[in-house]
C-alpha cells in the first residue's frame, strides 16, 4: 500500500475525494488532505513506538561525541539499556541523549551499547499488516476528529480491531513458537507461547 493509498482511505471515511498527489505536510497547510497525512504519521509512530519485530534491533552500540556525550537518532522511538550488562550504571534516554542517572550526567565514560532499539520506520518500510491496521486505525482517529459521527466511528472500530489481529497473527507466524518444540530462540517446550496473553510474551 503506498502512503498517497493511505491518506486516500482516511478521506473516503469522512466522504472527501480522493487526492492525487501527497500534501506538503512540513509547511503549515490546513487542508483535508494535509490533516489526514498529520494524523496518519502521527499513528504510525505511535503504533512502531510499542515495538515490532520488523523495527526493533538488537545489541545496538553508541559512541560518545567529542564531549563524551552519546546522542540517540531522533528515529529511536525507545532505547532499552540492559540492567544485567549495566549493573551498576543507570542509562536512559533523556531528550536525544544518554544520561547516567546514577553519576547524574551526561558525560560518559564508555561507550553504551542498547540491549534494545525501536526505530520508527518510514511508510513505504512498513509490512503490509502494519500499514493496513496503521491506516484503518488513523482512519477512525481522523474521522472521530474532524467529522464526529457515531455510525462512522462504530464502522472503523470493528475494522481496527480486525487489522491490529492480522498485524499480530503476522508478528507471531515469524516467530517460530510452537506449543510441542519451543521456539527458535530456544524457548522451553510447553511454556514458550501463550496466545492467552497477547503480545505480553512477544519477543520485543
Do not use: C
Amino acid at each position: 500500500m503506498k502512503e498517497l493509498e493511505a491518506v486516500n482511505i482516511l478521506l473516503s471515511v469522512i466522504g472527501e475525494a480522493p487526492i492525487d498527489s501527497l500534501s506538503d505536510i512540513t509547511v503549515n497547510e490546513i487542508s483535508d488532505s494535509a490533516l489526514a497525512r498529520k494524523t496518519l504519521h502521527e499513528v504510525s509512530r505511535d503504533v512502531q513506538a510499542e515495538g515490532w519485530s520488523w523495527n526493533t534491533d538488537n545489541d545496538v552500540t553508541y559512541t560518545r561525541d567529542s564531549t563524551s556525550e552519546v546522542k540517540i537518532p531522533s528515529s529511536a522511538l525507545k532505547v532499552v539499556f540492559s540492567t544485567s550488562q549495566y549493573g551498576y550504571d543507570q542509562f536512559v534516554v533523556r531528550g536525544t541523549r544518554v544520561y547516567d542517572r546514577k553519576e547524574h550526567t551526561y558525560a560518559l565514560q564508555n561507550d553504551v551499547t542498547a540491549n534494545q532499539v525501536v526505530s520508527y520506520l518510514d511508510w513505504d518500510e512498513l509490512p503490509h499488516a502494519a500499514q493496513q491496521y496503521v491506516a484503518i486505525r488513523a482512519a477512525r482517529i481522523y474521522a472521530d476528529r474532524y467529522l464526529n459521527s457515531n455510525a462512522i466511528y462504530v464502522y472503523t472500530t470493528q475494522d481496527e480491531q480486525y487489522a491490529r489481529t492480522m498485524l499480530i497473527r503476522a508478528e507471531e507466524r515469524g516467530g517460530g513458537d510452537n506449543l510441542l518444540y519451543g521456539n527458535d530462540l530456544g524457548g522451553p517446550i510447553g511454556i514458550s507461547y501463550f496466545p492467552r496473553n497477547g503480545l505480553n510474551y512477544r519477543r520485543n
